[in-house]
Every structure is written in C-alpha cells, then in structure tokens.
C-alpha cells in the first residue's frame, strides 16, 4: 500500500506540475496571439474574396512541411492541405488546397471560398459519409520570424462533393495545440497529446478529448489507469477490436534556465473502450510489442497498411556531440500488425538488401507470400552507414542509416558465396526515397505514397516536395511519381536579407542568375571523356575532388572521410553529366 501511494501522489503531483506550467504558458502566450490574429485576420480578409470554387491544372507544390494528405474515400485522390516552409529567414503558412490524381500522376489546385486560415502541424481526418468529408483540427501559425505563435483549437468540414469548407463551432473542446493526433473511431473524432509553445515556454498534452459526430459535441475523456506521459508527433491508430493504440513521440522539458532536454519516447499504450455507443468505458494499458521495434526517432511518418498493420517510415534521431547536434535521419520502413501486437522490419524484393531479407527470415520462414521480416527481440547495437550526398551549391550532406549487428555479421558471413549475385545486383541502383523526417504519408489502395519532408545539413534545412510510391502488397521497388529538383532548393542566410515579402502564401521562385552562377561552376570541373566510365573517372579526377571536399569540410576532418565525400561529389558530378 505505501508504494501504491507513494506513486499515486507522485502523479497528482506532476499533474499539478503541468497545470501550473500550462497557466503559464496561457499567460505568456496571449499577448502573442493577439498580435498574430490581427495578421491572421488580414489574410482571411484576402480569402473572404473567393466567391467560387476555382480549380487550375498546376506543377506539384512547392516545398512544405507539416500540411496534411489524405485519401480521398471514393475517388483515386490525395487531397493536400496546409503546411509551412522555412527558407532560413522567413517562415511561409499555406492554406491552399491541392489534389493528386493517382492515375494521371497530375496535380490541381483548388482556390475555395472561405477556407481555414493558414496552418501547419495539424490533423487532418477523412470519412465516408455525405460523399466525402475532410475534417482539420487545430494546429498553429507562426509569425514571418518564426519566433511567435498562434495555436487553433478550431474545428473544421471540407465537403468533398461540393468542395467548400464549413466551420463547425462547438464548445468544450481540446485548447489550442499542434503536434497532437487523431482518428475517426466509429462515430467520434478522438485526439489526444499535441503541445503549445510561446517564445518563452512550452507545454505537452496526454489529455483525451471525443468529438461526437452525430451531436457534434466535445467531451474530455478520463480513462483508467495510467496515460501515456504528455507528447506529440505520436503513433495513433485505430485497431480492428475497436481500440486505439498509441506508440512513440516527442516531447522536451526544461532541466535549468534556457536549457530544455528532448524525449524520443519509444513506448505503447493501448487505449480500450469497452461498453455500449454512449456509456463507453476508456481505460489505459501498457502493452509490450514483439519482433523487431523501430529505432528510437522522432518526426517519423505513419499511415494505415493492408492486412491490419500500420507502416512506420523515416524520421530523425538528434545526437548532442559537444556543443553540436548531429541528426541521424532515416529512410526505412517498420511495419505493426495491430491484430499480432508484433513489429516487422520492411524489406524490399530484388534490392541488393534483399539478402538479408532472406537470412533474416531464416529463424522463421514465412514463405514467399511475406516481404516483411522478423527481426530478433533483443537486436545488438547497431551498426551505422553514412553516405555523403552533395547539394547542387557544393553544401555535402551526411545522411546516416542503422543496420542491425546481426544483420551486419550475416552479410560478412555470407558475402563471399554470393559474391556473383551482388555483381549482378549492383548493375542497377535501386531508387528509394532519401532518408528524411516529417514526411507526407497516406496508403490508398494498398499503395503507400511518401510527400516531401526535409533533412539537415549543420544549420541548413532542406525541404523537399518530390513523391515517391510503393505498393505494400508486393513490396518490390520504390516509385517516382514527382523528382525532387535541386535548383529549388533555397536557403537564406542573415545577411543575405532582402526585406519582407507581403503574402507568405507562395514558396520562393528559382534565381535565374544563381543556376547561371551554379552552371558556369559545373563547368569548371573535370570533365567527362567520351565512353569513360566512372572508376576511370574518379581514379584521374580524384585529386582534384579531393580537394574541393576539403574546402567544404571542417579542417579537422579525417582523410579518410574526406575521400568519401571527394568520391560521392565526383560521382553525383559523373551523373548529372552522363
């Protein structure tokens, strides 16, 4: 019994503790906003304008991050909604509506009277009934500096048929937050955790809120037993015996004056309701997943996958070295079999990686109809791989991706007698999105389509728009459906300042006379001789290559890592050429 207690006060404690820091936070937090509605208000003013529902044939969207896609429920469409994009000085919010044509692997933007103000970081649902409906809750808007906020805590329909918006007020629900989650179960939206963030201060949620859809009310749900510590960016899916399961997340907490300390939370709760349409009883359980369990990471994407599982992909894991924080981001997929309470690693077919595949399924062999594998429930550390990308303005990227030890061991094991095999592998590069966090993901018929997202290299971020696909079903080769473009790639330092722009809706333009500048400097390098192959190449131009790594790394870079990066820029040089 006194241990019982001791813990129960240790949890009215931190509930009080985050009360207090939430009134805080509110406190702080109001002079902001009101500073931010008057600017929301004035872009709404310019959205009042649309008087009818505009739609235009367009090129794909430009970079963004945190909007939300979603499958539209009766036709071959991924609706995008929102998002942010930040080009190293200014912060842009978009409210714009697109819409994907799987088919015609064609783009429309729809210009709609009335929509939702500019947003990023919220949740986007979508249902069947009335022909279609997109629901959106929360998120926020930030200032142009990026240094203010405005979390929503409104709630809105897009009706797909007619496509037009409609607010729906109702009172009693969650306060204003982004980063949280939600679902459609049965005939209520359900969202939980999210966080708010003022200049100064923050909160995380693990508070649980029901939107019925039938009265359209709000009620805050208190289950049973213990909930999951307050986060965002979490897991949330629905499972096929009518509970919700939630997995993972982020949140960060001040360990002494402006010194906050991240969490990647790795844990999972499953939220049971039990009981008839109206008396519902909710109860928290810590459930203990088998098989091979993701990374620890944050920013991962996640959407609903055939035979009951949910497919996890990318994120980012932050490591603090020193005074600096290296991000190892991450392109791999994991699959959880809701039903199965079991993680799988996914593993491509006929990729130079599909080896493994094959060892890893020696321990339990599941026939040729599976291309997910089993990985062991206690893995070593693992091992890291690094691959050097360079930018199209000479920026070289470190991109880091974890094999498991076990994994690394059976490759040496193994690498000689299937030495023939991997010659006639490596003919072809296998295409596969880049590693990368807070990307776009949706499945539409057993298909899974991956959106953008971004990745960093030391205090520059890039932001990608390109689109890849994948069908679930066969797991065989990874699709480009929208190339990413470098040239598009637009990073402003401090002093390379030119004064605000009005609007804030629009991504910026490419510079003609940068692309002019890159190509003359493409020009200066080495070049190609007729029917040179790339070894050849690299054995006569290394060098050189060597030398412009150099100069683009910090001095005190081992040689041995220079010459990966010497080859890895000579090589994307040999390519963009041949």
């Known amino acids: 019994m006194g241990k019982k207690g001791k813990k129960e006060k240790k949890v009215k404690g931190a509930e009080k503790t985050a009360a207090k820091m939430e009134k805080k936070v509110s406190k702080r937090s109001k002079k902001e906003e009101e500073d931010l509605e008057s600017l929301i208000a004035e872009f709404q003013s310019l959205d009042a304008k649309k008087t009818q529902v505009v739609e235009t044939a367009c090129s794909p969207p430009s970079q963004r991050l945190t909007a939300s896609l979603s499958a539209h ?3 071959d469409e ?16 978009y409210n714009e509506l697109y819409i994907y044509n799987i088919k015609k692997n064609s783009w429309t933007k729809l210009d709609t009277p009335n929509p939702p103000p500019r947003r990023c970081a919220h949740q986007a649902v979508v249902l069947s009934q009335g022909g279609g409906q997109l629901w959106i809750f929360g998120g926020e808007f930030a200032s142009p500096t990026g240094e203010q906020f405005y979390h929503y805590k409104d709630l809105w329909v897009l009706h797909l048929t007619t496509k037009t918006w409609e607010q729906v007020n109702a009172a009693g629900g969650p306060s204003g937050r982004s980063g949280h989650r939600m679902v459609a179960f049965k005939r209520q939206l359900i969202v939980f955790g999210g966080f708010h963030e003022s200049t100064r201060d923050y909160v995380y949620y693990n508070d649980l809120y029901s939107f019925n859809l039938d009265t359209f ?13 307050p986060r965002s960016a979490c897991l949330m899916a629905t499972t096929p015996d009518g509970n919700i399961v939630i997995y993972g997340g982020y949140s960060k907490q001040r360990v002494k004056k402006d010194v906050d300390k991240g969490t990647l939370h790795t844990d999972m709760c499953l939220l049971k309701c039990e009981g008839k349409e109206g008396e519902e009883k909710w109860s928290w359980n810590r459930i203990n997943p088998s098989g091979a369990k993701p990374t620890p990471r944050s920013g991962f994407s996640l959407a609903s996958g055939p035979n009951n599982r949910i497919v996890l992909f990318g994120g980012v894991c932050d490591e603090e070295e020193e005074e600096a924080i290296e991000g190892d981001f991450f392109s791999d997929m994991y699959f959880y079999d809701l039903v199965k309470n079991r993680w799988f690693l996914g593993q491509l077919k006929g990729q130079k990686s599909g080896k493994k595949k094959r060892r890893r399924g020696k321990k339990n062999e599941t026939g040729a109809t599976s291309n997910l594998q089993n990985e062991q429930e206690n893995p070593q550390e693992p091992t890291v791989i690094v691959k050097e990308i360079t930018a199209e303005d000479g920026t070289v990227m470190t991109i880091k991706q974890e094999v498991s030890a076990s994994e690394k061991e059976m490759e040496d094991s193994e690498s000689e007698e299937e030495e023939g095999e991997e010659d006639e592998e490596a003919s072809g590069p296998q295409i596969e999105p880049c590693p990368r966090s807070n990307a776009l993901t949706v499945t539409k018929h057993g298909v899974l389509f991956v959106y953008g997202g971004m990745f960093e290299v030391g205090d520059r971020q890039f932001t990608l728009n390109d689109l890849y696909c994948i069908d679930l079903h066969k797991l065989e080769e990874w699709k480009v459906l929208v190339e990413m473009d470098p040239k598009t790639q637009e990073w402003l330092e401090e002093s390379d300042s030119e004064g605000d722009e009005n609007g804030g809706a629009e991504g910026g333009d490419d510079d003609e006379d940068d692309s002019e500048e890159e190509s003359e400097e493409e020009e200066e390098h080495p070049p190609i001789e007729d029917g040179e192959q790339l070894p050849d190449y690299l054995t006569r131009t290394e060098s050189y290559w060597i030398k412009i790594a150099r100069d683009n790394m910090e001095p005190n870079s081992k040689e041995k890592k220079v010459l990966k990066v010497a080859h890895a820029m000579a090589k994307t040089f040999y390519e963009e050429c041949v």
Do not use: D, V
Not at 78 to 93: D, P, S
Not at 217 to 229: M, R, V
């Open 73 to 75: 429920p009766e036709k």
């Open 78 to 93: 991924l609706i995008l909604f929102g998002g942010e994009y930040f080009n190293g000085q200014k912060t842009f919010l």
């Open 217 to 229: 009310t709000w009620t805050k749900l208190s289950p049973t037993g213990t909930a999951p510590a």
